[in-house]
């Protein structure tokens, strides 16, 4: 079936890095995306990566994807309090002739000092 | 600056009654959407619309309609048929074309809470 699952929680120190985890069920996805949700606020698009890939670097986002584990993951570099939001990860699933968008529950990440 | 304008940021419905959700984009987008999002669950998709006057349900459209008479708005009226309608609402547009349907923009929310 279509699930995506993520930690819900994270906590790390301002200037650290944060490393952010999904995993999803769709081996046919092409296209996963990182999605951003500000406190009240609606999502953002962060940043996206191509199945063919197994990384992608977005000055201080980094993409890691591992296709054989269904694994892709979401590295912040220098992490700041500007950071702390909730964190979508989405796969895409082909419905014959619309692809939709899975997504998993978001991982809050809370930056402190 | 273009966007998406959702309102009210706060809606209260009582037992009964039907709501109206308004969504109002001017990125010229054909592709209309509509989410939900509970405490601790992924978003999930009521209704989505790609061109105007033609709209699709989602996953979880029961208690709820949606009218696409304009390219610019895409309405959700939460009915008196959905019991369990508290929730945040999002609505989102993208331009249609490969994959570009997929690099969703959305609007601020609406938080919907039964009295």
């Known amino acids: 079936g279509e699930d995506v699952e993520q930690s819900l929680f994270l906590s790390v120190r301002e200037g650290d890095s944060s490393v952010i985890n999904c995993t999803y069920t769709?081996?046919?996805?092409?296209?996963l995306y990182w999605y951003k949700q500000e406190p009240g606020a609606g999502l953002q698009l962060l940043t996206y990566?191509?199945?063919?890939?197994d990384m992608k670097q977005d000055q201080r986002l980094t993409v890691l994807l591992n296709k054989k584990d269904k694994h892709l993951s979401l590295r912040i570099a220098d992490t700041q309090t500007g950071d702390s939001a909730i964190y979508f990860c989405?796969?895409?699933?082909?419905?014959?002739?619309?692809?939709?968008?899975?997504f998993g529950a978001g991982t809050r990440l809370a930056v402190h000092p | 600056d273009g966007g998406i304008t959702q309102s009210p940021k706060y809606l209260f419905r009582k037992e009964g009654q039907n709501v109206t959700l308004s969504c109002e984009q001017n990125?010229?987008?054909?592709?209309m959407y509509w989410y939900r999002q509970d405490p601790g669950q992924g978003l999930r998709l009521i209704y989505y619309?790609?061109?105007?006057?033609?709209?699709q349900k989602g996953d979880i459209a029961e208690g709820y309609s949606v009218s696409r008479e304009k390219k610019e708005s895409f309405p959700l009226t939460v009915t008196s048929a959905q019991k369990n309608p508290t929730a945040f609402y999002l609505c989102?547009?993208?331009?249609?074309?490969?994959?570009?349907?997929?690099?969703?923009?959305f609007g601020s929310g609406t938080q919907l809470s039964v009295l």
């Open positions: 989102a547009s993208s331009i249609m074309g490969t994959r570009d349907h997929e690099k969703l923009f």
């Open positions: 769709d081996s046919s996805s092409t296209y």
């Open positions: 990566i191509f199945s063919n890939m």
């Open positions: 989405a796969e895409s699933i082909g419905t014959g002739g619309y692809n939709k968008l899975i």
């Open positions: 990125l010229n987008h054909d592709a």
């Open positions: 619309s790609q061109i105007v006057n033609d709209f």
